[in-house]
């Protein structure tokens, strides 16, 4: 099969690869999927880089790319949940750094695969499952509820624009810092605006003079903001800073989990939720998306489609 590969760590794309490499086995438990579509997230450049080694192991060459929207093409040993032809999407993350998305087929966990929502095509399916489930459980670990004003740091990002939208799902004021440029998207999420940068305590301050109940930082570096806006008795996560933890908050690692995904994929099947995806790339030229990627200022989701 056709893939974009790494056989060493680099701090930019040049160690990456597009050519043939071996198709991926099947184990029992496991669908094979037929890529059509995979979201580029920043922990793909991260760990490109190696700023996860520490933490898990990496087998080279590595097919970066935990994302994954396709069909199902074969079902391994005992693997009742599915079928061949079934439309799906799933966060693929493994234990270990060597298999992923970036590429025409990708053998993945069926705990962790979901069917893909009629209502999303197939680019903001692709982008669904890593975003949406990080947003998730950062508003399930903060208990966001219809009492609650909550501040989402990034909030016109892949994750932060989701966020705003489950936040809003369940009944909460969402505060979202964003640039000027998105603010006008951000309102049609059903969120209140403000500019990031210098001044944002104040701003956030004069939209709730009280404090905001809770806070997700989806871009990290926001602590002091956090602090100094959040009321007392509130609740913080970051899925960016891990020192957030030394602050009362709890910084946040998604898991894969076929379940909560499929929750996400009802919402958006009831026209509660949507993706934005603000550009995308075929699969020769995913070196291109991770470097738009690395940007830091996309709106929504950048997506590798085949």
Avoid: C
Avoid at 125 to 152: E, K, N, W
Avoid at 228 to 233: F, S
Wanted: no cysteine; hydrophobic share 45%; charged share 20%.
């Amino acid at each position: 099969m056709r893939a974009v590969t790494y056989s060493a760590y680099a701090a930019d794309n040049s160690a990456l690869v597009y050519g043939e490499v071996a198709d991926p086995k099947l184990g029992p438990g496991q669908v094979m999927v037929r890529v059509l579509a995979a979201g580029v997230n920043p922990v793909d450049w991260k760990v490109m880089s190696g700023g996860l080694d520490g933490m898990m192991d990496v087998v080279f060459p590595v097919i970066p790319g935990w994302d994954v929207a396709g069909v199902v093409t074969a079902l391994g040993p005992d693997t009742p949940e599915f079928a061949v032809g079934d439309e799906v999407m799933a966060y693929a993350r493994k234990d270990t750094v060597h298999a992923g998305t970036f590429a025409e087929y990708v053998a993945v966990a069926a705990t962790s695969v979901a069917r893909k929502p009629a209502a999303l095509d197939w680019a903001q399916a692709g982008g669904l499952p890593l975003a949406g489930l990080t947003a998730l459980r950062s508003l399930d670990h903060l208990a966001v509820g219809v009492r609650d004003t909550l501040l989402v740091h990034g909030a016109a990002g892949g994750v932060g624009s989701i966020a705003v939208q489950l936040g809003r799902e369940r009944g909460a004021r969402v505060i979202g810092t964003a640039s000027p440029r998105n603010h006008e998207y951000l309102r049609g999420l059903g969120a209140e605006p403000v500019a990031y940068g210098e001044g944002v305590i104040d701003r956030v301050r004069a939209l709730a003079p009280d404090g905001v109940s809770a806070v997700a930082d989806f871009v990290g570096g926001q602590l002091d903001t956090t602090l100094a806006v959040l009321a007392p008795g509130g609740r913080h996560i970051s899925i960016a800073d891990n020192t957030v933890d030394r602050q009362g908050g709890h910084w946040v690692w998604v898991r894969p989990d076929g379940a909560r995904l499929a929750a996400l994929a009802d919402l958006a099947d009831r026209g509660a939720l949507t993706v934005e995806v603000s550009e995308t790339f075929p699969l020769d030229r995913t070196a291109d998306a991770l470097t738009a990627s690395r940007t830091g200022h996309t709106r929504g989701k950048i997506v590798v489609v085949t």
